[in-house]
């Protein structure tokens, strides 16, 4: 029977990823911990494994060596401090989308809606809404997504975190906005154009759904567009909608919720220096 250290040592060394060895042996302690109950403690003080699954960890070396997100293969991924189940149905959380969420959270501090009602278009996982639910007491909170698969990904998390959020199967391009009388919408839609391909990374562009990522390249700002034409009806008014963005089009951006009636129309930056959120206020 091998014991944790030595499957540790084993494991790191099959990986043939181009990565950092710190971020895969930090890989393979939470893929060991998730998928086997092998924690970094027993990994440290050598512990043996009764019923050691070998094929299992085998077809997971496999999985990692051909660029699949761990966050996949483990089905989970951490939002604002709070697991999310993951499936290839839905993009994975990343942690510049928190700044949306902290966005919405100063928004409100300074103004004074008591349990807002929300909306979030394009929602996958659905960690936006549930954590905005969680951490604002938020009592009506949509997420609208166009995959069906997505949907049930998000309802998953709602028992997960036993929440309410009223997760609805709607395309935000042809369908109008589940209700409209929302004080906040938020989105992190897609907004990668087919010329950034090219400087993706094959986790990304192999695994993720191309549907929650890309836009075609004549037309990148579709998504916006959209939403601020249909949230200028569905807002009350001193509403805010606060949408993650590709860092090259901030300005097109703000322009598009400017010439739609938006004032307040403001950029926020990344921890690592990228225009990443528009905030605006009708
Ligand atoms: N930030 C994501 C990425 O770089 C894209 C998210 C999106 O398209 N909304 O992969």
């Given at each position: ?20 060895p ?12 998730k998928?086997?109950?092998?924690t ?16 299992e ?15 996949y293969?483990?089905g ?89 959020v ?20 938020v989105?992190?839609p ?15 562009l ?77």
């Amino acid at each position: 029977m091998p014991n944790s250290k030595e499957v540790f040592s084993w494991t790191v060394d099959q990986i043939t990823l181009d990565e950092h060895p710190e971020e895969i042996r930090s890989i393979i302690y939470l893929m060991l911990e998730k998928k086997f109950n092998i924690t970094k403690s027993n990994i440290i003080a050598a512990r043996d494994i009764p019923d050691f699954n070998q094929g299992e960890l085998h077809s997971i070396v496999k999985r990692i060596n051909k660029g699949e997100p761990i966050q996949y293969i483990i089905g989970t991924q951490e939002f604002y401090g709070r697991s999310f189940n993951v499936d290839p149905s839905v993009l994975i959380p990343r942690p510049e989308t928190e700044l949306l969420i902290s966005t919405v959270i100063d928004h409100l501090n300074m103004s004074r809606i008591d349990s807002p009602k929300i909306l979030d278009i394009g929602t996958g996982s659905g960690c936006i809404p549930i954590t905005l639910q969680l951490v604002l007491d938020a009592k009506d909170v949509t997420g609208i997504d166009i995959s069906e698969k997505a949907i049930a990904t998000a309802r998953s998390n709602n028992q997960l975190h036993n929440t309410q959020v009223n997760f609805q199967l709607a395309d935000v391009l042809n369908d109008p906005f589940p209700d409209n009388h929302y004080d906040i919408i938020v989105s992190n839609p897609p907004y990668v154009t087919e010329r950034e391909k090219s400087g993706m990374k094959i986790n990304v562009l192999n695994f993720e759904p191309h549907n929650a990522l890309f836009v075609p390249d004549n037309d990148p700002l579709l998504f916006y567009k959209v939403i601020a034409e249909k949230s200028k009806i569905c807002l009350n008014y001193g509403g805010i909608v606060v949408v993650e963005i590709n860092q090259l089009y901030a300005n097109d951006i703000e322009l598009i919720f400017m010439t739609n009636s938006f004032r307040f129309v403001q950029t926020i930056k990344d921890l690592s220096g990228k225009d990443r959120i528009v905030k605006a206020i009708l």
